[in-house]
C-alpha cells in the first residue's frame, strides 16, 4: 500500500511514538528552502535554534537594489556576532554540518529578486564572496532577466537573464525560479547547466494558483535534478489561514507521487514576527507602487496550525513518518535533498 494510501487509515498520534519522533527528526540534518521572517529579533534566532533547524534560505534581497542588499549584508554580519550563540553563516555543504555539530542553525544568504545586481554581472562573483548562495531570478513582476509569475505578459530570458544564468552556474550559485513566470521557467531550466530549484512553491495542478508551478515545468525540473520545497504559505492553500500541518503534508505527498523522495523538500516560507506594513510592502509593485488590494494577512501573522513557526519543524518529520514514509525518506524530505543540491551546485560535488 502507498504512503499516501497508508495515510487515509494510520491515526498520526497512534501509530508513530512522540519519542521515535524525537529521535527520528534530532538525527536529520533539517533545512528550510524558504524563511523569510523578521530578521535581527533574538527570539527569530532562537526559535531556529531551539527548533533544530540546522540551515535556512534566509531572504536578504527582495526589492533591494544594490546599495541596500549591502546594507543588509553588513547588518547580517553583526548578527552573526551578536547572536553567535543561534546562528552561524553558511558558504559550503560542511558548513551545514558544522552547524549540526555545533547545535545553531545555519544561516544561508538568499535573494528573492536578482534586482542588487542592477545590469552588472560581475556584482555576482561579488556577493558571492560575501556568502550569497541562492538567487531567484525574478520576484512576481519583471526584471532584467525575465517575468515573474505575478506579471501582466510573460516574455521568458532577456539577453541578459541568459548571461546571468551563465554567470550563476560559473560561480556557483543556485538559481531558484518560485516566483517566476512560467515560460521563464522552462528557459531557465533549459539553459541552466547546473540544476534549479523551486525553493518554496507547490503543484498547481493540487491548487491552482499563479505561485504554484506546473506538472510540466516540475518534471522538467527534476529531469535535470533539481528540488522542490514544498510551500506553507497560507494564502496558498484552499482554506487560507485555517489550513493546518495535515494540509501542507498533503501538499508534499502530492509532489512525492509526481516526482519521488529524491526531489522533493521544505520551504516553509515563515513570514515569523513581520508586521502588516511589511507585507504591504511585499505585495507592492516593485515595491513601491502600493496594491489596490492586499491579501488578508492577520496581526500578529501566524502560519498553518500545527506547523506555527520554526519550533515546530519537527512536526513535518514526525507528521510524514506517521503517513507511512520510511526514516531514510524522512531525512531526505526534511534536508537531505537540500543538502546535496547545494553541495552539486556550490562546489560540483555530484
Not at 532562537?46 to 534560505?57: E, H, S, Y
Not at 528557459?187 to 495542478?205: K, L, M, Q
Not at 492553500?237 to 501542507?248: A, I, K, Q, V
Not at 529524491?262 to 516553509?268: F, I, Q
Request: aromatic fraction near 10%; proline fraction near 3%; hydrophobic fraction near 40%.
Amino acid at each position: 500500500m502507498a504512503p499516501r494510501l497508508i495515510s487515509r487509515f494510520i491515526d498520526c498520534s497512534m501509530s508513530f511514538s512522540t519519542g521515535k519522533a524525537d529521535s527520528l527528526y534530532g538525527s536529520c540534518i533539517a533545512i528550510d528552502g524558504l524563511d523569510t521572517s523578521r530578521w535581527g529579533v533574538e527570539s527569530v534566532f532562537r526559535d531556529l535554534r531551539d527548533g533544530g533547524v540546522t540551515a535556512i534560505n534566509a531572504t536578504i534581497a527582495i526589492w533591494d537594489d544594490f546599495n541596500s542588499t549591502m546594507d543588509n549584508i553588513a547588518r547580517w554580519l553583526a548578527w552573526f556576532d551578536q547572536f553567535s550563540e543561534f546562528i552561524r553563516p553558511v558558504h559550503s555543504a560542511a558548513d551545514i554540518h558544522s552547524a549540526k555539530s555545533e547545535n545553531r542553525c545555519g544561516i544561508i544568504f538568499g535573494w528573492q529578486n536578482a534586482t542588487p545586481i542592477g545590469n552588472s554581472l560581475d556584482r555576482l562573483a561579488l556577493f558571492h564572496r560575501l556568502g550569497v548562495r541562492i538567487v531567484q531570478l525574478t520576484y512576481n513582476e519583471r526584471n532584467l532577466l525575465g517575468n515573474g509569475c505575478y506579471e501582466r505578459k510573460d516574455d521568458g530570458l532577456s539577453k541578459f537573464g541568459q548571461a546571468a544564468i551563465d554567470e550563476m552556474n560559473r560561480v556557483g550559485i543556485l538559481i531558484d525560479l518560485s516566483h517566476t513566470g512560467d515560460r521563464t521557467v522552462m528557459e531557465t531550466i533549459e539553459r541552466s547547466a547546473a540544476p534549479v530549484a523551486f525553493t518554496h512553491a507547490n503543484a498547481r495542478s493540487q491548487c491552482d494558483h499563479p505561485r504554484n508551478k506546473t506538472d510540466e515545468a516540475i518534471r522538467a525540473l527534476v529531469a535535470k535534478g533539481g528540488v522542490i520545497g514544498a510551500n506553507a504559505f497560507p494564502m496558498f492553500f484552499p482554506n487560507g489561514f485555517d489550513s493546518t500541518l495535515d494540509d501542507y503534508l498533503d501538499a508534499i505527498e502530492y509532489l512525492l507521487e509526481m516526482v519521488g523522495p529524491e526531489h522533493v523538500a521544505v520551504g516553509t516560507d515563515f513570514c515569523q514576527e513581520q508586521s502588516r506594513a511589511w507585507f504591504e510592502w511585499l505585495f507592492a509593485s516593485q515595491g513601491t507602487i502600493p496594491a489596490r488590494e492586499v491579501a488578508y494577512t492577520p496581526h500578529p501573522y501566524r502560519h498553518l496550525h500545527g506547523l506555527e513557526g520554526t519550533r515546530q519543524f519537527g512536526n513535518i518529520a514526525a507528521g510524514l513518518s506517521g503517513r507511512g514514509y520510511g526514516d531514510d525518506d524522512v531525512r531526505k524530505i526534511i534536508g537531505g535533498n537540500w543538502l546535496r543540491l547545494f553541495a552539486q551546485v556550490w562546489e560540483g560535488i555530484e
